[in-house]
């Protein structure tokens, strides 16, 4: 997957975000993305920088339950479940670009997603836990 210029910040966040997943599993955290998601679906704008879906370069909405990822842009519709997804990487907060990466296995896909400022503060904690309930939930079926 191209990483857009997100560089070695975005590289450090992937890192970390591997290293907490194991903390998170073996203490029993909950994430503030988690206590977000309890309060109902998350959903801000974004712009579809790339990736691997038939999208325009331009604004869609973006929608996250606590079981999916859904993606709408001029009525076409892509739903990635929670549970598929194998990475979520985003941008520094102090980053002049703020963009966000996921990438996914059922069926296989990924995409970058530019986000503004405020969008971001928000949908960062929500993407974040992402990536926790997959492996958790990998953990499971695997054990």
Known sequence: MQ???L???MKIQTLCTA?????????????MGNA?????PVTFTAKY????LKLAHEALQVGITSDQVLLVQEGKQFAIPVSSITFVAYSDPGAKAHLAAIQWSEPAGEMVLAIQRPEYNKA???LK???????LERMKKAK
């Open 36 to 40: 977000v998601l309890a309060q109902g």
């Open 124 to 126: 960062i904690p929500v």
């Open 7 to 9: 560089g070695t910040n």
């Open 19 to 31: 290293i907490c997943l194991g903390l998170v599993s073996s203490l029993g955290l909950v994430s």
């Open 129 to 135: 836990n992402l990536l926790e309930k997959a492996a």
């Open 3 to 5: 990483h857009h210029g």
């Open 49 to 52: 920088d790339g990736g691997s």
